[in-house]
C-alpha cells in the first residue's frame, strides 16, 4: 500500500444549498457571540463546531435552550489528527434530545495539552466517557470530577488510541517502567552494533 | 450387658452410618430432582442414572488438597466444620424411628434413647451448631465469609426464637417433652399434631428453612452474593463437612418435623380400625417416607423460590412469625385451660 | 482503594468494611470489579473498576479494513453479537450512501429481533439466578438454545455470527427457515409467559426488585442510561422507533415503559419486549419481500471521506458507531463505538448507594452489561 | 463410685476451661473456652439428673448468649494496641482488693460451714427422676419462687428496652 500522507481532519462539508440548519444552532449562535465556527453538513447529520473555551457554555445552552433540550449525552469521543500540530484532537459530542428527538454533533478542537472544560456538570453521563477519551487520547479535561484511566491500567503510560501510538504496543518493560526500558533497548541496540 | 452396651452401641453404628448414607445421597437427589424441575437429566455418568455420582464425590472431595489460608486462624479453622457436623449428626440419639419392636427375639427400641427432656436436647444441641458457620466465617479472615457468619448468626439466633416458640405450643398439646411421648400422645389422640397445631406447623417448617440455610433463606451461603458465604476458603473434606452437615441438618428438622407434627412412625389414623392394612408397611418406614416428603419439599422449595435478602428476612422472623409464634403459644394455652 | 475511614457514630466507632465485588465473582457478569464500601450490609459508596477484558477492538479496527471489521464486532457484545454486525454494517452504508435492498432490511430486523430475544433470554436467566430463583435460568437458557439453533442453521455460528456485509447479507436464508422462526415464536409466547408465572407476581421476588435502585426519567437520561434500563424509568425513548433503521419503520410494535424506574419496572419492561419482538419477527417473516439480499457494493470497500455517527437500539440501549473515513485507505480512520453497556454501567454507583449488598447484585444483572462490550 | 470418677473429671475440665478462658490472648479463643466450659458444666448438671437445666443451659448459654459474645468479639476490633498509658500500680491495688474480698468470704463460708454441718437433704423420691424433673423446676418456679422470678423476668424486660433505646436512638 502506498504511503499517502497523513490527512489533516475530516472534510466536514458545509451543507448544500437547499438544507438549512436547524433553528436551534442559529439561536445558538445569537445568544452566545462566537460559539458556531462552522456548520456542516454530511450523509444526514449536522455538525457544528465550537471554540473549545466556550464549550461549558453552548453545552448548558444547548441542553436548557427549549429550542435545542438535548438532555441526553449519547456519545462523547475523540479523534487524533497528528498534522494538525496544535489542535491535533477532535473532541465529538454526540447529543439527542429526547424530547425533540434530534440529533447535534458539537465537535471542538484542543491541543494536546490545552485544558477542556468537562461537560460532566451538565451531563452526569458525559463522566466516564471522557475519562475514556483522557484513557486513549490524553486530552486533557478540566474539572472533571474523577479524571482516572479507566480501561487502561492505572500504571499504563502513552495513550493508546493516538496515531502515533506503536502499534505492536510498548512492550511488557514499558508498561512497569519505561526507563528500564529504553535502557534495555539501548543495550540491545548497542550489543547488534557490536 | 448385652441390653446396657452393645444394643445401643449396634443402633448408633447404624444410625450414623444411616445418616452419612443418606446424607451422601441427599445430595444426589437434590441434583436429580432440581434437574427435573429445570428439564435436564442431573448427574448421569457415574453407575446407571447416576446412582454412584455420590461415591464419586466422596472420592473426589477426599483427594482434593486441603487448604488452610495462611493468615487464618488455624486451629479454629480446622474445628469449625467439626463443630457444625457433631451436633448435627448426635441429635439423632433422640430421634425415634419407630416403636418397640421385637427383634432376633429380642424387644428392641427402634430409637437409641429416649430423654425425658428430648425435645429440648434437639434444640439446645442444634443450637450449638451455629457456632460451626460462626467460627468458619472468622476463622477464614476473609470478608465474604466473615459477613456470611454475621448473617448466619443474627438469622439462626432470630430464627431459633420463632421455632422454639412453635415448640413449646407442641409441648402444650402432647404434655410432655420426651419424643416418643409426643408421638404416643398423637396416637392416643387420634390425630396428627399438624391438624391441631397448623399455625405452628407452618412457621416450624419456615423456621426450618432458615435455620438449615435452605432456600429462600439461604443468605449466609448466597453464591451470587457472598461467592459461597462462610465456607468461600475451605476445601476438600473440610468442605464436603458443611456440605454434609447442611444435609444433616436437613433430615434433622424432616424427622423432628414427621415427629412432632406428622405422628412419627404412626400410619395415616392411627385410630381407624378399616385402615389396618397400612400396618403391613412397618413403622420406620412410615416414618422414613414422611420424612422424605420433607425432604423432597425442602428442595422444591429450593427450585422455585428466589431469595430473600437480609433486612426482609429479618423482618419476616422478627415481626411476623415470632409474634405469630407468641399468639399461637397463648391460645394454646387459653384453650387448652378451658378445655381441662 | 482508599483506607476505610472510622465514624464517630452515635456511641459506638464502627468501622466501613470495604469490599471487592469482582473481578472474579459469580454476579458480575464477567471481570467487573465493584469496590463497595459498607457500613454492615448497607452499600456507602461504589467504585466501578472496569477495563479487565479489553483487547482495544477500537484500536485494532483501524488497521483492519472495512469488511474485516464486521467480525470484530462479534467479540464485543457476544450475547447479541448479529446486533452490533448491523449497526457496523449499517453505518458504514449511510457513510457510503448505499441503498441496500428491502429483503435484506427485512432479514435484518428478524436477526435483530431474534438477537434481542436471546440477549433478554440471557439477562433474564442471570439476574433471576443473581437473586436466587436458579430455575428460571435454566428455563431461560433452554429457549435461547433454540434461537441459537436459528442462527446456527442462518450462518453456521452460535455465538459469533459474522453474519453481515455491507450493503447487505453474506447469505440467503435456508430453505424453510422462515417457517421455523413462525414455529419458535409460537413455542416462545407460551415460555414467556412462564417466565411470569415463576416471576411477576411472586412475592419474594417483587420484594427484592420494588423499589431497589429507583431512578426517575430525567436523571437516568441525565446519567446516561439508555435501553430498556431508560424506558423502565418511563422514557420512551428507542432508537427503533424514534430514528428508524433496518425494516424497523414499516413494523408495527409499542414501546413498553416503567413507571417508577425500579429494579422490577426494568424487569417488566423486558419482558414486555420479549412480546413485542415476538410480534416484529411475525410481521417481518410474513411479510418478507423477495428480491435480492445485497445492494450495489463496490469491490473495494473505500467510503468517501467524512464521519457519521449511527446509533441502533441493541438489546442492552443504544448502540452508536461514530466512523471517521479519510477516503484514501482501505480501513477506517478513526472507529469508535458508544457502548450502551459502558454507559449504563456508568450509573451504578449512583443505583446501589444506600441499598444492601444483595441488592447490588440485583443491579448489576438488572441494567444488563456484557462486560466485552464494557471493556472493548 | 463411677459418678465420682466422672464428677472430678467434668470438674476439672470445668475449672481447667475456667482459667483458659481468662488466660487466652485471643479472645475468640477465650469465648470458644466458655462454651466448652458451659457444655461441661450442663454435662455436671446431667450428672446431678437435672436434665432440663442441662439442656437449658446449653440452649441458653451455649447456644444464645456467648453466641451474641461472639458477634461483639468478632465485630470489636481488639487487636488494636492500647492507645492511652494506663497506671499499672492502680489496676493491681484493684485485683490485689478483689481478691482478698473474695478470698474472705470464702474462708468466712468455710469458717461456717465447720461450724454448722449442712442438714441431711431429703432423699429424693423414687417416683421423681421417672417423669423428669421439668414439672418440678415448673411448680418450684410459680410457687415458691413466682416472686424473683417475676422481679427476674421485668428485670430482662427493662434491660432490653434499654438496650433498644441505646441503639436506635433515633426511634
Known amino acids: 500500500m502506498p504511503k499517502a500522507a497523513p490527512p489533516t481532519g475530516p472534510p466536514d462539508p458545509p451543507p448544500p444549498a437547499d438544507k438549512t440548519p436547524p433553528a436551534f444552532v442559529a439561536s445558538l449562535q445569537s445568544a452566545i457571540a462566537g460559539s458556531v465556527t462552522h456548520v456542516s453538513y454530511w450523509v444526514g447529520d449536522w455538525t457544528i463546531v465550537v471554540p473549545a473555551t466556550q464549550i461549558l457554555n453552548i453545552a448548558r445552552h444547548l441542553r436548557d435552550a427549549p429550542d435545542a433540550a438535548f438532555d441526553l449525552c449519547s456519545d462523547v469521543t475523540a479523534t487524533d489528527w497528528p498534522p494538525r500540530g496544535t489542535g491535533r484532537f477532535d473532541v465529538v459530542y454526540s447529543l439527542y434530545s429526547t424530547r425533540h428527538r434530534h440529533r447535534i454533533r458539537v465537535k471542538t478542537i484542543v491541543g494536546e495539552h490545552q485544558p477542556l472544560p468537562s461537560v460532566t456538570s451538565v451531563w452526569p453521563a458525559a463522566n466516564w466517557l471522557e475519562r475514556e477519551i483522557y484513557d486513549m487520547f490524553g486530552v486533557n479535561f478540566a474539572g472533571h470530577p474523577d479524571r482516572r484511566r479507566i480501561l487502561m491500567p492505572e500504571d499504563w503510560q502513552g495513550f493508546p488510541q493516538r496515531k502515533d501510538y506503536p502499534l505492536e504496543g510498548p512492550g511488557e518493560l514499558l508498561m512497569e517502567n519505561p526507563l528500564d526500558w529504553l535502557k534495555l533497548r539501548q543495550a540491545k541496540e548497542e550489543a547488534e552494533i557490536e | ?340 | ?376 | 463410685m463411677g459418678e465420682a470418677i466422672a464428677f472430678y473429671t467434668i470438674a476439672a475440665f470445668v475449672l481447667g476451661f475456667a482459667v483458659l478462658v481468662v488466660s487466652t490472648k485471643d479472645t475468640v479463643h477465650s469465648v470458644l473456652f466458655l462454651v466448652l466450659d458451659f457444655l461441661f458444666v450442663a454435662a455436671l448438671y446431667v450428672l446431678l439428673g437435672a436434665q432440663f437445666l442441662a439442656a437449658i443451659q446449653v440452649l441458653v448459654y451455649a447456644g444464645g448468649i456467648v453466641v451474641l459474645y461472639l458477634f461483639v468479639v468478632m465485630l470489636v476490633n481488639l487487636k488494636r494496641p492500647p492507645e492511652t498509658y494506663e497506671d499499672p500500680n492502680r489496676r493491681g491495688k484493684l485485683g490485689f482488693a478483689l481478691s482478698a474480698a473474695v478470698l474472705i468470704e470464702l474462708g468466712a463460708i468455710a469458717a461456717i460451714g465447720y461450724a454448722r454441718p449442712a442438714p441431711a437433704l431429703a432423699p429424693p423420691s423414687a417416683a421423681l427422676p421417672v417423669t423428669g424433673n421439668t414439672e418440678e423446676v415448673g411448680w418450684l418456679l410459680y410457687t415458691s419462687y413466682l416472686i424473683p422470678f417475676e422481679i427476674a423476668s421485668m428485670l430482662l424486660l427493662v434491660a432490653m428496652i434499654g438496650a433498644i433505646v441505646l441503639a436506635k436512638r433515633e426511634l
Open chain 3, 1 to 376: 482503594m482508599s483506607t476505610p475511614t472510622v465514624h464517630h457514630g452515635a456511641m459506638f466507632d464502627t468501622n466501613e468494611l470495604v469490599i471487592n465485588m469482582g473481578p472474579q465473582h459469580p454476579s458480575t457478569h464477567g471481570v467487573l470489579r465493584v469496590v463497595l464500601r459498607l457500613d454492615g450490609e448497607k452499600v456507602v459508596d461504589a467504585d466501578v473498576v472496569i477495563g479487565y477484558l479489553h483487547r482495544g477492538i477500537e484500536k485494532l479496527s483501524e488497521n483492519r479494513n472495512w469488511t474485516q471489521i464486521v467480525l470484530l464486532t462479534d467479540r464485543m457484545d457476544y450475547v447479541a453479537a448479529a446486533t452490533s454486525n448491523v449497526g457496523y454494517c449499517e453505518t458504514v452504508e449511510k457513510l457510503m450512501s448505499l441503498e441496500v435492498p428491502r429483503r435484506a432490511r427485512y432479514v435484518r430486523t428478524i436477526l435483530c429481533e431474534l438477537q434481542r430475544i436471546a440477549s433478554h433470554c440471557l439477562w433474564l436467566g442471570t439476574h433471576a439466578m443473581d437473586i436466587g430463583a436458579m430455575t428460571v435460568f435454566l428455563y431461560a437458557f433452554r429457549e435461547r438454545e433454540l434461537i441459537l439453533d436459528l442462527f446456527e442453521e442462518y450462518c453456521g455460528a452460535r455465538l459469533t455470527y459474522n453474519s453481515m456485509r455491507i450493503g447487505g447479507l453474506p447469505l440467503e436464508i435456508p430453505p424453510g427457515w422462515d417457517q421455523k422462526v413462525l414455529e419458535f415464536c409460537k413455542i416462545m409466547d407460551a415460555k414467556v409467559d412462564e417466565y411470569e408465572e415463576l416471576l411477576t407476581h411472586n412475592r419474594i421476588w417483587l420484594e427484592r426488585t420494588k423499589g431497589v435502585g429507583v431512578i426517575d426519567g430525567p436523571e437516568a437520561v441525565a446519567i446516561g442510561l439508555s435501553g430498556p434500563a431508560l424506558r423502565g424509568s418511563g422514557v420512551p425513548r428507542d432508537v427503533r422507533k424514534d430514528e428508524p433503521y433496518a425494516a424497523y419503520d414499516e413494523m408495527e410494535f409499542d414501546v413498553p415503559i416503567g413507571t417508577v424506574g425500579d429494579t422490577y419496572d426494568r424487569y417488566l419492561v423486558r419482558i414486555e419486549e420479549f412480546r413485542q419482538s415476538l410480534r416484529i419477527i411475525r410481521q417481518a417473516t410474513e411479510g418478507l419481500p423477495e428480491g435480492p439480499i445485497v445492494g450495489k457494493v463496490p469491490r473495494l470497500i473505500k467510503p468517501p471521506a467524512g464521519e457519521t455517527y449511527h446509533a441502533i437500539e441493541s438489546p442492552k440501549g443504544e448502540l452508536g458507531y461514530f466512523i471517521v473515513s479519510d477516503g484514501k485507505s482501505t480501513n477506517p480512520y478513526r472507529f469508535r463505538v458508544r457502548p450502551p453497556s459502558f454507559c449504563n454501567l456508568q450509573a451504578l454507583p449512583r443505583l446501589v448507594r444506600g441499598h444492601l449488598v444483595a441488592d447490588v447484585v440485583a443491579l448489576i444483572g438488572s441494567i444488563d452489561i456484557v462486560l466485552g462490550e464494557v471493556d472493548r
Open chain 2, 1 to 340: 450387658m448385652v441390653d446396657t452396651f452393645l444394643v445401643p452401641l449396634l443402633k448408633i453404628v447404624i444410625v450414623l452410618n444411616a445418616t452419612l448414607v443418606s446424607v451422601t445421597y441427599m445430595v444426589l437427589l437434590e441434583r436429580k430432582v432440581i434437574a427435573w424441575a429445570q428439564s435436564r437429566l442431573g448427574p448421569m455418568r457415574v453407575g446407571p442414572y447416576g446412582i454412584l455420582q455420590p461415591v464419586a464425590d466422596a472420592v473426589k472431595l477426599m483427594i482434593k488438597e486441603d487448604i488452610t489460608p495462611v493468615r487464618a486462624d488455624k486451629w479454629v479453622f480446622t474445628a469449625a466444620p467439626i463443630i457444625a457436623m457433631v451436633p448435627a449428626l448426635i441429635v439423632y440419639a433422640v430421634i425415634p424411628f419407630g416403636p418397640e419392636v421385637s427383634l432376633f427375639g429380642r424387644q428392641v427400641t427402634l430409637y437409641i434413647t429416649d430423654i425425658n427432656v428430648g425435645l429440648l436436647y434437639v434444640v439446645s444441641v442444634a443450637s450449638v451448631g451455629v457456632y460451626g458457620i460462626i467460627l468458619a466465617g472468622y476463622a477464614s479472615n476473609s470478608k465474604y465469609p466473615l459477613l456470611a457468619s454475621l448473617r448466619a448468626s443474627a438469622q439462626l439466633i432470630s430464627y431459633e426464637v420463632a421455632v422454639t416458640l412453635t415448640l413449646v405450643s407442641v409441648i402444650l398439646v402432647a404434655g410432655s417433652l420426651s419424643m416418643v411421648s409426643i408421638v404416643r400422645a398423637q396416637e392416643s389422640a387420634g390425630v396428627w399434631f399438624a391438624f391441631v397445631q397448623p399455625v405452628a406447623f407452618v412457621i416450624f417448617f419456615i423456621g426450618g428453612l432458615a435455620e438449615t440455610n435452605r432456600a429462600p433463606f439461604d443468605l449466609p451461603e448466597a453464591e451470587q452474593e457472598l461467592t459461597g458465604g462462610f465456607h468461600t476458603e475451605y476445601s476438600g473434606m473440610r468442605f464436603a463437612l458443611f456440605f454434609l452437615a447442611e444435609y444433616a441438618n436437613m433430615i434433622v428438622v424432616s424427622s423432628v418435623a414427621t415427629t412432632l407434627f406428622f405422628g412419627g412412625w404412626l400410619r395415616p389414623f392411627p385410630n381407624v380400625e378399616a385402615l389396618a392394612f397400612l400396618d403391613l408397611i412397618p413403622s420406620w418406614a412410615w416414618f422414613l417416607l414422611k420424612s422424605f416428603v420433607f425432604l423432597y419439599i425442602f428442595i422444591w422449595v429450593r427450585a422455585t423460590l428466589p431469595r430473600y435478602r437480609y433486612d426482609q428476612l429479618m423482618r419476616l422472623g422478627w415481626k411476623v412469625l415470632i409474634p405469630l409464634a407468641i399468639l399461637n403459644l397463648v391460645v394454646t394455652g387459653i384453650v387448652k385451660v378451658i378445655l381441662l
